[in-house]
């Protein structure tokens, strides 16, 4: 059987690669070797301190594909102390962010990240909670700017109040998921809603609230 | 002074709140009464208890 690979790279976040390789499973280690595109990425993989065991056990000799695993990047990311993530993710904002208020978002982050490091009660920031509310952020356009703070937890919450019947508050609780509560006015008596859903769903959810009619700019 | 004990209407209660959940006004929001790890049930102190003489020196002494 021929050997087969495939191979991508790409650039999951600043400073950050994320490689997917696919093996012919048959292969072992040793045959993998010949291969140029193994040996670029043995060599790319290197350069980032990772130690060839864990590649070649995990990633090679056991034949990726046969289950989903992370790769060796993102178990590097893992590694990290969330202090660094969490500055990671602020710089990259500063550069990439397409918020128009990224610049007073990042020095409101980077705050809340001084007081957390200052506090040893507090929990820290959430680094998924803050890469999806930054993402958030960024996928709605004209998003007016909201009171941003940290719950218990340190996950990112945010609320946009207008008055006392147009309220929303978004606590981002994960990399996926979100709980928000939404105050919207109604001609009876005033709506309140709250769950736990996707981030993807949040906006499609708060529409019929007509959220975006006091929390987006015109 | 014991849990559950009355406190006087005219005497005052406060809450200290992490600097992380004030808003950029320091304004306090939903985030400071949510419940800490340590705490059954939402609470707060009786000022006149830390320091009936001070207003400064019993918030202070919430820190």
Redesign the interface.
Known sequence: MDMMTDIEIYNEDAGALSATLFFDLVKTKEQNKENPAFLFIQNAISGFGLQDETWSNRNIATGIGTEERKSPFEELYDKQPPEDKIRRAIEKAKRFNLSPHKNRITN?LQY?LE??LN?PE?NGINPESLNAFLAFMESIKRLKYP??????AGNI?V?WRKDINRNL?IEFLSAHDAQF?VFAPNPIRTLRTTGIIPIDELWKVLKPYQVNRWVVNK | MTNGSKVPDSDHIARYCKPGTLNENKIPTGDSFYLRSSEPSLTVNWLEFLDANNRNNAIEKLR
């Open positions: 409101r809340l007081i957390t506090d507090e009171d941003i703070t940290l719950s218990p919450t609320r508050c509560v």
